[in-house]
Nanobody, 116 residues
Framework: QVQLMESGGGLVHTGGSLTLSCSAS????????MGWHRQAPGNERELVAY???????NYADSVKGRFTISRDNAKDTVYLQMNDLQPEDTAVYYC??????????WGRGTQVTVSS
């Protein structure tokens, strides 16, 4: 059974930075994608960024140029460097592991709050 453990959320001022981490444990396919979604109160969960095991990335338009996703395959860990944070980035951020043919695995979420 795969488990995802997120860390790195917190409270920052507008323009600040945070780095989220997500480590996967258990058995899973080497070929996969890992990434982040977020959900603000009253909103649907939305994609933020993904990275494949080969390093290909995909970003939501709202975070392009501000957020950078990376991964360390040896540590089964994905990172999300978030710069120039804005109040609209406030949300619970969820880590996800995507494996072809299997349901997505989700972390429990970490809160990011950006104060104006």
């Amino acid at each position: 059974q795969v488990q995802l453990m997120e860390s790195g959320g917190g409270l920052v001022h507008t323009g600040g930075s945070l780095t989220l981490s997500c480590s996967a444990s258990g058995r899973f396919f080497e070929i996969n994608s890992m990434g982040w979604h977020r959900q603000a109160p009253g909103n649907e969960r939305e994609l933020v960024a993904y990275i494949t095991n080969e390093g290909r990335t995909n970003y939501a338009d709202s975070v392009k140029g501000r957020f950078t996703i990376s991964r360390d395959n040896a540590k089964d860990t994905v990172y999300l460097q978030m710069n120039d944070l804005q109040p609209e980035d406030t949300a619970v951020y969820y880590c996800a592991l995507v494996q072809i043919g299997l349901p997505n695995t989700w972390g429990r979420g970490t809160q990011v709050t950006v104060s104006s």
